[in-house]
């Protein structure tokens, strides 16, 4: 009979705050890896005790010694962030994180900071600094169009470009901006209320109106980018997947110089007539082998809303492969 090695691992803590940060509150934390391994983990007095079979038990050890070492510089591990850790843990990958929390993009207009949440958002953060054009595609919650916006306001600050344009496709859930009621404004105004969303966390709503009314940033749909060559612009095209092949064209050649563009969508979700091909899915197949153009694909792992949202979309992907 194959015998399994077990292993015993102490780890010290500093104080039990330190326990308490990383456990979670009522060691809700705690209870979310007990769930998922066959290890016992314990607090004892001033330290973590961690038993069981030898390859978990490292991979528990580099977990809490990771986790600790973030509590220590400053950084509050949210549920989302522990169960990302024992993701990466479980291939010995948790001092990614690090790296990762370390570096803030930039802060909330409250002052709060804003860093990636996973490897995926950080190699997505790297590749727009460096590209002028980059494709993020990817399940919702990944925070594509959120960390877009961040950058965007970020260029727009430090003085690399002139203004911000953010644009939507016109189909939205087979709803038709025709059949909304209001004028243009009162119409454009609810429909591109996540591009609002990300834009007042990062500036504060007063001062998004104000360079609103400046036309330092423009809120359009789709339609409105025709014809117009944008320089010194940071433009972002959201909901991607629902241009058609067309509109996508149309789309990437308004690039002027000095501008850079993110398109952003999520190929499951395509909302256009049956029968019409998405400009999302088109263009990935067609610019591939263009070196200049960044394609970041993110996967449920990169998920940072609710830790229901990671497990509702793996859930809807398994249906779609058994059911192909």
Known sequence: MLQIETKVVKIPLGS?????????????????????????????????????????????????????QLVRGGYSPSERDVAYALELARSMQAEELLDLFKKEITTTYRGKPIRVKTIGQRHYVKTIRKRDIVFGIGPAGTGKTYLAVV??????????????????PAVEAGENLGFLPGDLQEKVDPYLRPLYDALHDVLGPDQTVKALERGMIEIAPLAYMRGRTLDDAFIILDEAQNTTPEQMKMFLTRLGFGSKMVITGDVTQIDLPRG?????????????????????????????????????????????????
């Open 16 to 68: 039990a705050a330190e326990g308490l940060a990383v456990f979670g509150p009522q060691d809700k934390y705690l209870r979310l890896i007990q769930a998922q391994i066959e290890a016992s983990i314990s607090s004892r007095e001033a330290e973590i005790v961690i038993s069981g079979p030898a390859e978990e038990v490292a991979s528990l050890e580099q977990l809490y010694s990771v986790l600790l």
């Open 151 to 168: 950058l965007a306001v970020a260029a727009l600050k430090e003085g690399s470009v002139k203004r911000i344009v953010l644009t939507r």
């Open 276 to 324: 019409k091909n998405s400009g999302l899915i088109e263009a990935q197949r067609i610019l591939k082998d263009i070196e200049e153009i960044g394609m970041i694909f993110f996967s449920e792992q990169d998920v940072v809303r609710h830790s229901l949202v990671q497990k509702i979309i793996v859930a809807y992907n398994w249906d779609a492969e058994n059911k192909a």
